[in-house]
């Protein structure tokens, strides 16, 4: 089923050579994508992805790699704006904490999903206090920030006390796929469009538009992690959920939404499969 159904009103009719009536609601077929005017939960906005809430935004602060050049040692990010108590996180926070969550070790150690050097930032939230700490008005802040590790499929959490600048706790889990944070997106997207089953896409974009799609920039992108059904999907994606897999669902900017789900991207082997049923 459509994630948030088909809407009543459809924003646009794209006319093609192939268009056609389906239940009642105008849908352009071409090639292996369909057009469809879709709603999407929390998808109203431009800053469309597939994270949720700090998963959207500050995961998207540093997409394209984490931490400083080989060899060098990072200085103590500064402090900046503090937020007291139960306060949302600041920017400044934010920042601060990401970098002191990923050490060199951390750093050197991991990969992210563009396949370079340091973990793939997922979220950042501002963490429960202590039980022994409840009642306590002084209680330091602490964040836990979510990284997944594509080197070998992990999703390491690490909680740090923002007061002291150290990391309390480091947690990693298997086969655990939080929400995909807006660079995942970006990389499903390239994947696609360079695979042969992109064509579909390229396509409708293209009658939409009436201009070549050549790059994830021209679209706006939300995804859902995907996990492997038997007999569901092709076996290019059978390790999905052990792997990072996600779905696509791509928007034309200022147009229709692109139906794209029966494709499914393997990030973690860098693949592209279809749906089978």
């Known amino acids: 089923m459509d994630p948030g159904g088909v809407g009543g009103n459809v924003r646009r009719t794209v006319h093609r050579h192939l268009g056609k009536v389906v239940a009642g609601t105008a849908i352009a077929v071409a090639g292996t994508a369909v057009m469809v005017a879709v709603t999407l939960p929390g998808t109203a ?4 992805s597939g994270g949720t809430g700090k998963a959207a935004g500050s995961a998207q602060q540093a997409a394209d790699g984490v931490g400083a050049a080989p060899g060098v040692v990072q200085q103590a990010p500064a402090e900046g704006e503090k937020g007291k108590g ?28 563009d396949g370079k050097r340091g973990p793939q930032r997922l979220d950042v939230q501002l963490a429960d206090p202590n039980p022994d ?5 002084n209680a330091p802040r602490r964040a836990d920030v979510t990284f997944y590790d594509y080197k070998d499929d992990t999703v390491v959490t690490k909680t740090v006390n923002l007061d002291t600048g150290k990391v309390e706790q480091t947690g990693t889990q298997h086969g655990v796929q939080p929400p995909a944070s807006h660079a ?4 499903a997207a390239q994947l696609l469009l360079a695979d042969p089953l992109g064509a579909g896409l390229k396509a409708d974009y293209k009658d939409a ?42 928007k034309v900017k200022n147009g229709p939404w692109i139906d794209a789900r029966d494709f499914v991207i393997d990030l973690s082997a860098r693949k592209v499969g279809k749906l089978t049923g």
């Open 45 to 48: 906005g431009a800053d469309e």
């Open 86 to 113: 139960r306060d949302p996180l600041t920017d400044d926070e934010t920042k601060r904490v990401e970098q002191l969550a990923v050490n060199q070790q951390f750093l050197n150690s991991s990969e992210n999903v």
């Open 133 to 137: 700490e409840l009642d306590n008005p």
């Open 184 to 187: 995942e997106d970006v990389e």
């Open 209 to 250: 538009t009436g201009n070549e799609l050549t790059s994830p920039d021209q679209l706006l992108l939300t995804a859902m992690i995907y996990k492997a059904t038997p007999g569901r999907q092709s076996g290019v994606l059978d390790q999905c959920g052990t792997h990072r897999c996600v779905r696509l669902f791509p």
